[in-house]
């Protein structure tokens, strides 16, 4: 049997796994899953001692039809001659919190401070939510679909050349 299939009936074995929520293909893993938000650190543990390593996570709004948001994760394994890519889908309701997996693999923190950024999905037990791109602060979240453009800013050098423009045509 595969590293891939192995892992995820190990998954299953553990009680991790969930129905799908919404029928969406996945493609570029040979084994998904969908896993309960709660049990995820868990899976993450599996993957880990199967000797996988942690390749991303992403995030999908799908607040507007469905009030949640789709989280992505995918492992990859070294010692496999085959494609082993394996990918966690995580069905996370909006406004809920997601329990890290930065403690399992110390990569994932970089990916769940920007989802938290760009999205507003927040990671409980997350040991450093704080800014990584946006200015500190920032109260909209640029990735979500419902976004339409980010309130005026001092950081907008476009305002500031109009305030220039405005004081020179105000001059005799």
Known sequence: ????????????????????PIEHP???AVEVRWIAVGRLPDA????????????????????????????????NHFESSSSSRVAWRVWA????????????????????RETWEMYG?????????????????????????S???PPPSVYDDSRQATAVQNDDAAQP
């Open 147 to 149: 976004f339409t453009a």
């Open 93 to 112: 309701p909006a406004g809920e919190s997601v329990p890290t997996v930065s403690g399992v693999f110390g990569a994932a923190n970089w990916n769940e």
């Open 26 to 28: 996945f493609a570029g």
């Open 121 to 145: 999905v927040s990671f409980a037990g997350h040991p450093n939510l704080t800014w990584l791109l946006l200015p500190e602060g920032t109260e909209w979240r640029p990735l979500l679909k």
């Open 44 to 75: 993450c543990r599996l993957a880990r001692e199967a000797g996988y390593f942690f390749e991303s996570m992403t995030c999908v709004d799908r607040v507007a039809g469905h009030g949640a948001f789709e989280l992505i994760y995918t492992f």
């Open 1 to 20: 049997m595969s590293a891939p299939a192995e892992l995820a009936r190990a998954v299953e074995e553990l009680g991790a796994t969930v129905p799908a």
